[in-house]
């Protein structure tokens, strides 16, 4: 059963921190280029940052840039995003993404960064 199952989020204060994981199941993990997603209340869905297969490309969306860091480890079959300086405009719904042929979506885990 292909699966993705992310944890880690939480409440944070603004200029925080948070690591989410996200386990990876039913699939070959290291052949798939993983991406994070997030989506706020009443806003699009917004694509946060990508990792290669090996993780020696990372990608991000310019509103994390510098703040946030993606990284997988291919032998736990998981991939993490670390969020730094978190704002108020980070809260969302976290999600990991891939495509296998399909896309395939965790649940997601929800972000809020409030004081």
């Known amino acids: 059963q292909v699966q993705l199952v992310e944890s880690g989020g939480g409440l944070v204060q603004p200029g925080g921190s948070l690591r989410l994981s996200c386990a990876a199941s039913?699939?070959?993990?290291?052949?798939?280029?993983m991406n994070w997603f997030r989506q706020a209340p009443g806003k699009a869905r917004e694509w946060v940052a990508g990792?290669?297969?090996?993780?020696?490309?990372?990608t991000y969306a310019d509103s994390v840039k510098g703040r946030f860091t993606i990284s997988r480890d291919n032998v736990k079959n998981m991939v993490f995003l670390q969020m730094n300086s978190l704002k108020s405009d980070d809260t969302a719904m976290y999600y990991c993404t891939t495509n296998i042929g399909r896309e395939v979506w965790g649940q997601g885990t929800q972000v809020t960064v409030s004081s």
């Open positions: 990792i290669s297969t090996s993780g020696g490309t990372t």
């Open positions: 039913g699939f070959t993990f290291s052949n798939s280029w």
